[in-house]
């Protein structure tokens, strides 16, 4: 079992490049499908997910090569039209080959990602969506199959929530629609504008991407580009709340921190210094941090995927605070664990309540999750004596070289196999 091993104590210094994001990366992958040739895509982060879509990709026929962190998806033919089961399964992430897939296809047969970790991640948003598209879509035996013979229609879609995921989805099936496609209610991450920058590359004709209204305008094919992948806001958002955790001071390079507006103003509030880069931020932390509530929403609201992160931080801090999670359900996972290194935190339904001790103590912890895991580092930097943290695969699906960037910075951390 591998496990990583951390020694609390040592305030984190100095400076750090992140990734490319995943969330950009694995859209963009699937974009690739939806133009015959290859693409090429630059500053991939090297993590499981990564090599998870890429076996999605051949699956269906499109070959991908990985040099460092580019990767060259040729798309000419595709052979097949389905995403099996063990890989959504593996990667819910998968599902993002159903949008491009009956696009180019005319039909796409994925299997239903089913409830996951972190709540039960509906997809009704992405069926109806192609529906107003006039795809048939039936599900059954676990799959859903959509076919679209005629091809697609462009229409004005709104949709209920903002979803990354659907509006994604019907993104990539609507570039290849006949006539013009409004989504309503889009969600606005920064990774949808990344996608949409793509698609444009490629020839398709979008407007609108990053506000909460897009319109597409159908063309017939597209055709293979280069693009590079947007920064990755999250990983740099974890090396900040390290720096601010610790009591020290980190510089995050490689992203743009106007993408993480929300997150550095309430490092300021919990009375970080915080000063702003072209090409990232460096936050500054002396002494316990003051409690600050937060609460996660879709873009440009607080990222729920830097919830887990921002509660290791606020164990520590002077006062009570509340973080409700409007994002996702069973969001709290990891909370428990963090409990277990001393923290008071109560779950109220989605609201977790979080008196800060003065002090956490290092002990044995299972990671739940991508980001509930990377924050169990987190807490593990600043606590007494040792922290080991297990089920590891789960922080490695996301962060490339976690373990090295954190020792590069001061800590006390490596990988055991034990
Ligand atoms: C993506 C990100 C994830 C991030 C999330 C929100 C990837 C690979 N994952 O996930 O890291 O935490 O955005 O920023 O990019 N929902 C429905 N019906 C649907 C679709 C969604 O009810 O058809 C619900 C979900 O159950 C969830 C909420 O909407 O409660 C948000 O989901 P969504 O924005 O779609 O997240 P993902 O795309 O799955």
Redesign the pocket.
Known sequence: MRTIAVHGGTPLQGEVSVEGA???T??LMAAALLAPGVTRITNVPDIS?VETMGEVLAGLGASMTRHDHSLEIDATELTSHEAPYEMVARM??SI?VLGPLVARLGQARVAMPGGCA???????????GLEGLGVHVETGHGFIHASAPHGLKGKELTL?????????NLLMAAVLAEGTTVIENA?R?P?IQDLAALLVAMGAQIEGAGSPVITITGVSELHPVEHRVVGDR?EAGTFLVAGAITGGAVRVRGFDPRDMDIVLTKLEQAGCRVQLHEDGATVGCAGRPMAVDIQTL??PGF???MQAQFMALMALAEGSCVITEN???NRFMFADELTRMGADVRIESHHALIKGVAQLSGAPVRSPD??GGAALVLAGLVADGDTLISDIHHIERGYERFVEKMRALGASIEIRNN
């Open positions: 995943k969330n950009s694995l859209k997910d819910r992430a993002s972190i709540g039960s991640r509906k997809i009704d948003m992405h069926i109806r209920d929530f903002p979803s990354v995921g659907a509006t994604e969600a991450e990774e999250i879709p873009y990222p729920t995927d994002v996702f359900e991508l980001r």
